[in-house]
């Protein structure tokens, strides 16, 4: 039995949450807790209008001295939202924080069954059964402590990464800046003006660039790529790419003799193609660091660089890609976003009329340092427009694209506006496509009335489509005016397309190195968007910026320095404290004593297992991420993963499957993915029958064949595992090595006569409760179709082949 007590000894107390209306609205809470004082071991049982608040906490507190509780189980709401919360309360009470068990009776019960109150309340009931089962097995545990290295590493050299670079580097920390263009800066370097103020972007942004390269506490690192992370929070091993300039970073003065005497010329990315630049030249004057660069591509080795260079002797066309290793506490991922370019489907005539151009093209074209000086030209006759037309919106809020709304478009197109009307006056009329306008934050109404006072016209509706006048080449608009409810046509010499903006160019990428999520949006998750935005599931990675989701500059900024700021409370410390529900090997069982195997050091997706021939395996702690792949696939079941051990499992899944489990749905997901995805169902209020019983573990890879054999062999009527999406694992390939496993059993159990539907595995993010309820009802759908009897006949038929299975484990 747990923590060396007999089972009399046990002694739990079960606390279940009102959440104001939001449990008890729907379930019986004093119900609930009647029945909790039934369960074995629990000794106390009350009910609390909100039991994470300070009289809440207290009277946990309260209750582990007065009724000598030694295990504590909450009922509530989400365990990733709360569970740390209650394991510090515990702690206080001088209760190991691992002697705590949660039961979600709010995002999986109240929230997913509003309809069904009854039921909801059973549901809870035997959730709180299966927390009761687990907490009489948990042990207590201790943290473990590892140094932290105090240095950062930031993954993006925009605004946000700029700002949490020099925050870190203020407060002391050593500061590793990536960035994989040439320059620092950013979008925001690419700016004329920014809104609502019309403050000169580069002249804001350029002493920031410039206070970045100078601080003694940062090193810049551009034109390089992310290779490869290992190791964990405070003790990050990095690997990064840097890529040849074939130019000597250190000897390169940015003088620019080199470009002056270049013959060659080609289209310049920086200026959206609009503008050239030399086949050695850096992208913009204003380039941090100012280190110029030879575009092999176009170049055509005529040498009068080298020449021009001299004695300098900077060029070096021998250069080659450079490895560099860093170890870093934390890192800050500020990787930006990217502009849609609709090219595809010649969206609005882009790419096929001429004078249709982007917003960001558009940008460049009215900055004075751009390729016209800034003046604003069409592309089919170098003429200024005297009618331009933008259209809000294109490609998102569109359910074919990108249905999010991309946030700052509405604002910089109306400074386009302003900045047109403020170049031309009344030589340029200037019309607004919409859907709707927002300006939501600090300054932005004003500056929409600002606008629509300069004469500025707003339609209301969107663009059907656009048509070319082959003589002169003028844009004929087709669209409706919703406020008028008719018809119109326009004629506009330019249109501006306010494209969505998209994840950046990489971030599945990115992504996968350092194993945090996405949305189904293609940006960076946080761990909670309430109470952690700048967090990834990672510890010790933090988000910053519109790596997340699109931002504007000040909401950037004050991320970066979020970012920084949640950075600093792990690189302040010597050290840092691991949970340890790591893997720990049982010499006396480890077959690798007596023959070959290794089987866990070869599946462990971290390396955290060494398992030399004629020894135990052993398990690097430090290392280990208590992802629980090695527990489900040694042979000899001689690896336990600490607060997730087969015993807890089994208990669980028995505890789900006392009553009538022919009509029940076993569900096992792992905790950052599928979990999360049926989390959100609940807050999204997403409906599902409330049949399902699930039993969280850290990673599908956790999930051993033993766990469905047990269930099937208890009565389930069906069985659900949900992972990850594949490589999306939170645990690098945790669900991979799943897959295998269970695609295996799937065909095992087929033969043995079971309806291939009554199990499933399937792929759930953590922004996917919509899918999560959906895949619940097609499960119940088929339960139900099925019919009890047929599932208890199938049973009975199984049961000599999953006992036979079952039987080595006594």
Not at 100 to 111: K, V
Not at 738 to 746: F, I, P, Q, S
Not at 790 to 805: A, G, Q, S, W
Request: net charge neutral; glycine share 8%; aromatic share 8%.
């Amino acid at each position: 039995m747990s923590g060396g007590l007999k089972p009399e000894d046990i002694r739990i107390g079960v606390f279940v949450c009102h959440c104001g209306l939001n449990i008890a609205g729907v379930v019986n809470v004093k119900e609930v807790v009647e029945y909790a004082r039934t369960l074995p071991n629990v000794v106390f049982a009350i009910d609390n209008r909100y039991t994470c608040s300070d009289p809440g906490q207290e009277e946990i507190k309260k209750a582990i001295k007065e009724y000598n509780l030694n295990r504590v189980v909450v009922a509530a709401c989400s365990p990733r939202m709360h569970e740390f919360t209650f394991r510090r309360c515990v702690a206080e009470s001088g209760l190991n924080p691992y002697l705590f068990e949660m039961a979600n009776i709010r995002e999986h019960c109240s929230w997913a069954h509003p309809s069904h109150s009854k039921e909801a309340t059973q549901k809870a009931k035997e959730l709180v059964k299966m927390a009761v089962a687990k907490a009489r097995l948990l042990s207590p545990l201790e943290p473990l402590k590892v140094p932290v290295t105090p240095t950062a590493l930031v993954i993006g050299g925009g605004i946000a990464g700029i700002n949490a670079a020099l925050d870190l580097a203020e407060m002391g920390f050593k500061v590793y800046l990536l960035e994989k263009k040439e320059s620092i800066g950013g979008h925001m370097a690419q700016l004329d003006k920014t809104f609502p103020t019309l403050d000169c972007s580069i002249c804001i942004e350029g002493p920031k660039m410039v206070d970045v390269a100078r601080h003694p506490n940062i090193e810049i690192i551009s034109f390089a790529d992310l290779v490869k992370v290992e190791g964990y929070i405070g003790n990050f091993r990095v690997v990064i790419r840097k890529n040849p300039r074939y130019v000597i970073e250190d000897k390169c003065t940015g003088c620019g003799e080199c470009a002056a005497v270049c013959p060659i010329e080609y289209p310049n990315d920086w200026d959206m193609n609009l503008g050239v630049r030399k086949a050695i030249s850096v992208p913009f004057p204003q380039a941090v660091p100012l280190v110029y660069r030879i575009n092999r591509d176009y170049c055509i080795e005529c040498y009068k660089c080298v020449d021009a260079c001299g004695p300098r002797q900077a060029i070096d066309f021998d250069q080659k890609p450079e490895e560099i290793e860093l170890k870093v506490g934390t890192i800050i991922v500020a990787t930006g976003y990217d502009i849609y370019i609709p090219e595809d489907g010649n969206l609005y005539g882009y790419g096929k009329y001429s004078n249709v151009i982007t917003s960001l093209e558009f940008e460049r074209l009215i900055l004075a340092a751009g390729p016209t000086g800034g003046h604003v030209v069409r592309a089919s006759d170098s003429k200024r427009p005297k009618v331009v037309a933008f259209i809000q919106c294109v490609g998102s809020r569109d359910v074919n694209k990108y249905p999010y709304c991309s946030n700052f478009c509405c604002m910089y197109t109306l400074k386009h506006t302003i900045q047109l009307k403020e170049h031309y006056g009344d030589d340029v009329e200037v019309y607004v496509f919409y859907m709707d306008l927002r300006s939501h934050f600090k300054g932005y109404e004003e500056f929409y009335q600002r606008a629509r006072e300069m004469g500025v016209n707003f339609i209301r509706g969107r663009v059907s489509k656009i048509e070319e006048d082959p003589k002169t080449k003028n844009l004929i608009i087709h669209a409706e005016d919703t406020l008028l409810g008719e018809p119109i046509e326009l004629e506009a010499e330019m249109v501006v397309l306010a494209t969505a903006a998209i994840p950046a160019k990489g971030s599945e990428e990115i992504a996968r190195i350092l194993n945090i999520t996405r949305g189904a949006d293609g940006f960076f998750m946080e761990s909670h968007p309430k109470l952690k935005p700048l967090d990834t599931p990672v510890d010790g990675i933090f988000l910053a910026g519109a790596c997340q989701g699109p931002k504007d500059i000040p909401y950037s900024v004050a991320q970066g320095c979020g970012a920084a700021a949640r950075a600093a409370t792990i690189l302040s410390k010597p050290s840092v404290t691991i949970e340890p529900i790591v893997s720990v090997v049982d010499p006396e069982k480890c077959r690798n004593t007596r023959v070959k195997c290794g089987i866990c050091a070869m599946k462990c997706p971290y390396g955290a297992i060494k398992a030399e021939l004629g020894m135990p395996a052993q398990v690097i702690a430090a290392m280990c991420h208590g992802c629980g792949t090695c527990v489900a696939e040694c042979p000899a079941d001689a690896i336990t993963q600490m607060h997730f051990t087969d015993a807890q499992i089994i208990a669980q899944i028995d505890a789900a499957l006392e009553e009538n489990p022919e009509d029940k749905i076993l569900g096992i997901c792992c905790n950052w993915c599928a979990y999360a995805g049926a989390d959100l169902a609940g807050t999204s209020r997403f409906e599902y029958p409330p049949n399902i019983r699930i039993v969280k573990v850290m990673c599908s890879g956790r999930v051993d064949r033993d766990f469905i054999l047990h269930a099937f062999k208890r009565g389930a009527g069906m069985v659900l595992v949900g992972a990850c999406h594949p490589y999306d694992c939170h645990y690098i390939d945790g669900n991979l090595k799943m897959k295998v496993r269970m695609d295996a059993l799937a065909k095992a159990l087929e033969k043995m006569g079971l309806t291939s539907d009554r199990f499933r595995v399937e792929y759930v993010s953590a922004a996917e409760g919509v899918k999560f309820a959906q895949i619940v009802r097609e499960m119940a759908t088929k339960l139900k179709e099925m019919g009890r009897e047929r599932i208890i006949t199938e049973n009975e038929k199984l049961r000599p082949f999953l006992e036979r299975m079952l039987s080595r484990k006594g």
